[in-house]
């Protein structure tokens, strides 16, 4: 069946779509996965040091999890690194609202807690570090230059004393 002259060309089917088109998908794919992915390794740390971690029901809240720390129960967004900029970890903290990039308000979330992937190691970062910033520059353990924010380097106790027995 052919198309009348001068009709609009509609969508592209999926055989169809151009190279970049198929890299931004890909790109997409990457990305969610290695969200997923810290998402599980989050989980694992946090309960391997006695926290109680719960998930909302459903994809519409601005944090990923729940944790209970002591008597507090915080709302935590991960985030996951895997990009390195001169000798530091890119690490964006923002969502995309109306296609627009927006960085986080202490009103949406109580932490942020970044993985840093290749190299296994975690920032706890309060939301009144990350507040009104869309991106970090977060050291590797060992690093030897300046580190403004190496105080958040694995500081699991700012989440709180865990509830549970520690495994």
């Not at 690490?91 to 290749?118: G, N, T, W």
């Not at 296994?120 to 309060?126: E, F, R, S, T, V």
């Amino acid at each position: 069946m052919q198309k009348a002259k001068g009709a609009s060309p509609g969508r592209n089917r999926a055989s169809r779509r151009s190279s970049a088109q198929k890299a931004a998908q890909a790109r997409g794919l990457a990305i969610t996965r290695r969200g997923d992915l810290g998402e599980v390794a989050f989980v694992l740390k946090a309960m391997s040091l006695g926290f109680v971690v719960a998930k909302p029901y459903g994809q519409m809240h601005r944090y990923d999890f729940m944790v209970e720390g002591g008597p507090n129960v915080w709302r935590v967004q991960i985030k996951t690194s895997t990009c390195v900029r001169d000798g530091r970890y890119q690490l964006c903290v923002q969502r995309i609202i109306h296609r627009r990039y927006v960085a986080y308000k202490k009103s949406e979330v109580d932490f942020v807690v970044a993985y840093l992937m290749p190299e296994q190691a975690w920032y706890i970062l309060p939301i009144s570090v990350v507040a009104g910033r869309r991106s970090f520059l977060l050291a590797p353990p060992g690093f030897r230059g300046k580190n403004p924010l190496a105080r958040y380097q694995e500081a699991w106790h700012l989440l709180g004393k865990p509830s549970s027995r520690v495994f």
